[in-house]
């Protein structure tokens, strides 16, 4: 199933979690007269961290047969130099273990550089594929005992076209 990605600046993040953007609508917490300061836009949860970073090529057309579940953490993903998509689908019953993520149930928003997401617990999700170009874009999540749940995408692949969407 072809899936269009959407601006996540016109997206309601909130049902998948927590969407950070360059700060500008509110003042900041400092300001040093060379640059300002939001110290307290989000508080990760406690634990030890464990931090990432993954280099991802650009292609016009992506498949993607699986999506991952983290079940006892959240993952911040912070886009790196170019814009990336990210697949993103809601579960539908958290307490069913054998739960597949479903191709109509998905969606994939556009973070640009400088925009973060921190996922919720049990969000579906796959990795961060470039808009256009070739690019990096970091990941953390607390370190713990966890099965990581990737489960094929029912009905699916999903189909992302990338290559000539507008950056």
Known sequence: MLITPEEISKFDFTPYGRYLSRPGNHPCGLDTGYSQCWPAEYTFPMGEMRFGIEQARSRAVLSIPKMEQHRESKELVICGDQPVVLPLCLPRDRNDRMEHPRVGDVRAVI??????????????????????????????YRVRDEELYWRTVEHGPIELRLGGVQA
């Open 111 to 140: 973070l640009r550089p400088g925009d973060t997401v921190v996922l919720d617990e049990y969000i579906w999700h796959a990795g961060c594929m470039p808009l256009v170009e070739d690019t990096f874009y970091l990941f953390a």
